[in-house]
């Protein structure tokens, strides 16, 4: 699949979910307004045999991993704010590990979410089903919780 969006007058940034797109074998966005840096999901497009970034905004460190590192200086050029392999220009220290550090955060959070959603849903699960467990097994803890919520209504209610 051959996507070319070059000389559109895009804005904004790169949306990292360009990566869905597995069978992308050429991207050109090249020309454009582009922004922010280059998403380092990208890196994982294995299909990706063209790449051109070219003269747009992008800024940052490549992330220059995976797939990205089969392309060439040229792939790059003219983004002013871009550092790092392939191009001549390298990133500052504290920038290249302050990026490294939020993409290792960024795609461990992508890793995980199926997690956390699980642990969401099972918690919540459990917090109502507990409640209603003991009150219907202890009969005695039932009938106090409930006199005591219903006195607490006949409060609120009489006023």
Not at 6 to 17: A, L
Not at 36 to 49: D, E, Q, R
Not at 99 to 125: C, D, K, L, P
Request: aromatic share 10%; glycine share 8%.
């Amino acid at each position: 699949m051959v996507l070319n969006l070059s000389r559109n007058h895009f804005t904004g940034k790169i949306p990292e979910t360009i990566a869905s797109l597995h069978e992308l074998s050429s991207l050109d966005v090249s020309n454009n307004q582009l922004s922010g840096a280059i998403p380092s999901i990208m890196s994982t497009m294995a299909s990706l045999s063209y790449l051109n970034l070219s003269n747009n905004n992008l800024s940052g460190s490549i992330p220059y991993k995976g797939q990205l590192t089969t392309f060439d200086m040229y792939s790059y050029t003219g983004n002013p704010g871009l550092c790092g392999d392939p191009l001549p220009v390298k990133c500052d220290e504290g920038e290249y590990s302050n990026q490294q550090t939020t993409v290792e955060r960024n795609e461990g959070n992508i890793v995980n979410s199926n997690w956390f959603y699980s642990g969401i849903g099972t918690g919540f699960a459990a917090g109502l089903l507990v409640p209603f467990l003991v009150l219907a097994m202890k009969r005695s803890w039932g009938n106090y919780y409930f006199s005591l919520v219903d006195k607490i209504v006949d409060r609120i209610w009489d006023k």
